[in-house]
């Protein structure tokens, strides 16, 4: 993102400043309040500075939040590739966004922050090494990483509207108790699968289509031939 236009900071407290350390200070503060809870206030105050000095370094709080969640998913790439694949590539990333929920929303597609490139780049080259031909390995990276990346945020970014007095399970047991009271007729499917979005598991929930699609990628090169 471009830098912020502006005078530099000078001395102090402020001149110690970098990015990097405005950006670690904005995760622990949205881990402890949430996206709603994050002031440029309170970061200073956490910084031991003045509001101003942090406009130097980040252009405003859009800004600022996109790179925590990108410095967010850096934590599940630092391990490295690993045994497992995309598979094990892709559960290190929903378990990361689990863990900082407030995240999960702001990693976007197209990738255009540095771990997000990162995160893309490392799956096409592992979509490399299946053997699909080379003309659809942008069109399967791409999917995948939308579904890794769209789904988590699907999954985990709504638990953060729930009130805090009412839970996720007195959520979904309330969101449980209106398919229920659904016409079968018209609803037959979640009048059935009412007691199942009580009691499902949201990793679990993300597991069973992430092989679903891996699935799909190992039978995609079968057809064509191999390059």
């Given amino acids: 993102m471009p830098r912020t236009r502006g005078r530099a900071p000078s001395g102090g407290r402020a001149g110690a400043l970098s990015q990097e350390v405005v950006v670690g200070a904005a995760v622990a503060l ?86 997000t490139l990162r995160l893309l780049d490392r799956i096409g080259t592992l979509v490399a090494r299946t053997g699909a031909p080379a003309g659809r390995h ?35 047991a309330q969101a449980a108790e209106h398919w229920e009271g659904l016409d079968p007729a018209g609803y037959p499917f979640l009048t059935r699968a009412a007691s199942d979005l009580r009691d499902h598991d949201d990793r679990d929930q993300f597991v069973i289509g992430l092989d679903l699609l891996l699935a799909g ?9 191999r390059t």
Wanted: aromatic share 8%; no cysteine.
């Fill in 30 to 115: 949205l881990d402890e309040h949430g996206e709603r809870g994050l002031t440029f206030r309170l970061l200073a105050e956490r910084l031991d500075t003045g509001p101003g000095a942090l406009y130097w370094h980040v252009a405003n709080k859009d800004e600022l939040i996109a790179l925590a969640a990108d410095h967010v998913l850096g934590q599940a790439l630092a391990a490295g590739p690993g045994p497992g694949g995309l598979r094990a590539l892709a559960t290190a990333v929903f378990d990361t966004l689990d863990r900082h929920p407030w995240a999960a929303s702001h990693v976007t597609a197209p990738a255009t922050l540095p771990n």
């Fill in 217 to 225: 990628l190992d039978t995609a090169g079968d057809p064509w031939p």
């Fill in 138 to 172: 942008f069109a399967l990276a791409t999917a995948i990483f939308y579904y890794v990346t769209g789904v988590s945020a699907q999954i985990i970014a709504p638990g953060l509207t729930v009130d805090a007095a009412t839970g996720r399970d007195a959520y979904l």
